[in-house]
């Protein structure tokens, strides 16, 4: 299995969003998984969520205890299926004026399992039932012999002869885009263009360390996102370090507004409140 952890800012001063992963590599189903962290006791948890690969969003409800480093939070998930991942997402908001240094919450305070699961999950009866193969229906008796066929019609008429078209007048083409790449790979930069990179940290879900990663792959700009396609979407996931963040968080739509000079709700909150301080 692999795991991972990543902490950056939300919207607002003092609030920050904590990703927690967790996926099944093995060649079997784990049962009993439970997800921990360690929150700051001077933070408030504001909201949790969890999120499956398989099956989308799961009610999970987390418990919280008192630890000498904080508040141990546990997200109790039960069972998790061969090559699934699980996504907990904890938001926290503390005082804006106290100092919280991300670097020094990325530590990954471990997940607990029990035994593989080789054989296929309890099933109600009703789907037992619905596998049972149906008795063969019994075959109906021969349909009469269908009256012979009527008499062929007349030859359709002659074709009448085509009338020349006349031809249109080919419209403008916009120049071709380059088809994706064998490999997937969208195209990308070894320097931003003149007059700066565009500030990647206005999409959500976009922290200072993303911005990074996103800059040393050859991205710079709002345009350069926003014409992203699928198959370099998943260039583009595949190398970072938790997968799905791109279409979650619609960066591709944000991009575009963002790319034409708009705003979205994230990057106006993000400047007003002063998320991100260069």
């Known amino acids: 299995f692999s795991t991972g952890k990543e902490v950056f800012p939300a919207a607002g001063p003092g609030r920050y969003e904590i990703l927690l992963m967790f996926q099944n590599d093995s060649d079997s189903a784990l049962e009993d998984l439970t997800l921990h962290d360690v929150v ?25 205890e008192p630890a000498r480093e ?34 020094d919450a990325q530590d990954y305070h471990g997940a607990t399992f029990g035994d593989e699961v ?22 109906k008796a021969a349909a009469k012999a269908a009256k012979p066929a009527a008499k062929a019609a007349k030859p359709a008429a002659k074709a009448a002869k085509p009338t020349a078209a006349k ?8 120049p071709a885009r380059k088809p994706v790449a064998a490999d997937g790979k969208p195209e990308t930069l070894t320097k931003a ?6 500030d990647l940290k206005m999409l959500k879900g976009v922290g200072p360390g993303l911005e990074k990663t996103l800059n040393e792959l050859g991205f710079y700009h709002f345009d350069q996102i926003a014409g992203w396609r699928k198959q370099e979407v998943e260039w583009v996931d595949s190398r970072l370090k938790f997968k799905g963040r791109i279409e979650r968080d ?29």
């Open 167 to 174: 031809a249109a007048k080919p419209a403008a083409a916009k």
């Open 250 to 278: 619609e960066w591709i739509k944000q991009a575009k507004t963002l790319a034409k000079g708009g705003k979205t709700a994230f990057s106006e909150k993000a400047k007003k409140d002063g998320t991100y301080k260069k």
């Open 193 to 198: 263009r003149a007059g700066g990179a565009d």
């Open 70 to 103: 904080g508040i141990h939070v546990s997200w109790p998930i039960g069972r998790i299926e061969q090559n699934e991942r699980i996504e907990a997402v904890l938001e926290i908001q503390g005082d804006a004026e106290s100092e919280y240094k991300v670097a």
């Open 40 to 64: 700051p006791g001077t933070f408030n948890i504001e909201r949790s969520s969890v999120r499956s690969t398989l099956s989308g969003e799961r009610e999970v409800d987390f418990t919280k």
């Open 118 to 139: 080789d054989e296929e999950p309890n099933l109600p009866e009703w789907v037992d039932e619905a596998a049972k193969p149906k008795a063969a229906a019994k075959p």
